[in-house]
Antibody
Framework: EVQLVESGGGLVQPGGSLKLVCAASGFNFSYYWMSWVRQAPGKGPEWVASINQDETVRYFVDSVKGRFTTSRDNAKDSLFLQMSSLRVDDTAIYYC??????WGQGTPVIVSS | QSVLTQPPSVSAAPGQKVTISCSGSSSNIGNNVVSWYQQLPGRAPKLLIYDSDKRLSGIPDRFSGSRSGTSATLGITGLQTGDEADYYCGTWDNSLTTYVFGTGTEVAVL
């Protein structure tokens, strides 16, 4: 069974940092591009970042460029999202995502003072 | 504002069929495969269709996907109350170098 399990979300003050982790299982993780998507309350999903199989290519939505980075550990079937200089409008549920495999259950990130 | 356009809502009686369109351009749907996602109220999105027309394992064959030109379509037959949800299309956009989601369609079972 395919599973994507996110962790690391929480409440953080503006300007703070968080690192999200996605643990993958049930599929050949190293074979796929992996992505992060977020969804603010009452809004549709918004793509955040994607990383290719060997970490040589990364893409980010303009609003997070220079603040977020993504990485992966294929030996541990894990995906990471390092978020810094967080802003109130980064508040959302963050999902680990692969368009050909599925979604995780999400982890909430709340940026508030 | 999304580059993939979907109707805001569709509805039909139980047992009937609905189709949801997803209109894009040559930089996205015209040259890339499409996925479809279902989001039940208060739940995480769920992958239904990938590579434009392939059902994920475990998804009933009441759900089907197709792509033609710069548009894609999700069909749901034998509509059930449990199908009431928001549905999104998604694909890569070569010009924007971003993954893009559709505007979303709310399915209501009358």
């Amino acid at each position: 069974e395919v599973q994507l399990v996110e962790s690391g979300g929480g409440l953080v003050q503006p300007g703070g940092s968080l690192k999200l982790v996605c643990a993958a299982s049930g599929f050949n993780f190293s074979y796929y591009w992996m992505s992060w998507v977020r969804q603010a309350p009452g809004k549709g999903p918004e793509w955040v970042a994607s990383i290719n199989q060997d970490e040589t290519v990364r893409y980010f939505v303009d609003s997070v460029k220079g603040r977020f980075t993504t990485s992966r550990d294929n030996a541990k079937d894990s995906l990471f999202l390092q978020m810094s200089s967080l802003r109130v409008d980064d508040t959302a549920i963050y999902y680990c995502f692969c368009p050909r495999v599925g979604w995780g259950q999400g982890t909430p990130v709340i940026v508030s003072s | 504002q999304s580059v993939l356009t979907q109707p805001p809502s569709v509805s039909a009686a139980p047992g009937q069929k609905v189709t949801i369109s997803c209109s894009g351009s040559s930089s996205n749907i015209g040259n890339n495969v499409v996925s479809w996602y279902q989001q039940l109220p208060g739940r995480a999105p769920k992958l239904l269709i990938y590579d434009s027309d392939k059902r994920l394992s475990g998804i009933p064959d009441r759900f089907s996907g197709s792509r033609s030109g710069t548009s894609a379509t999700l069909g749901i037959t034998g509509l059930q109350t449990g199908d009431e949800a928001d549905y999104y299309c998604g694909t890569w956009d070569n010009s924007l170098t971003t993954y893009v989601f559709g505007t979303g369609t709310e399915v209501a079972v009358l």
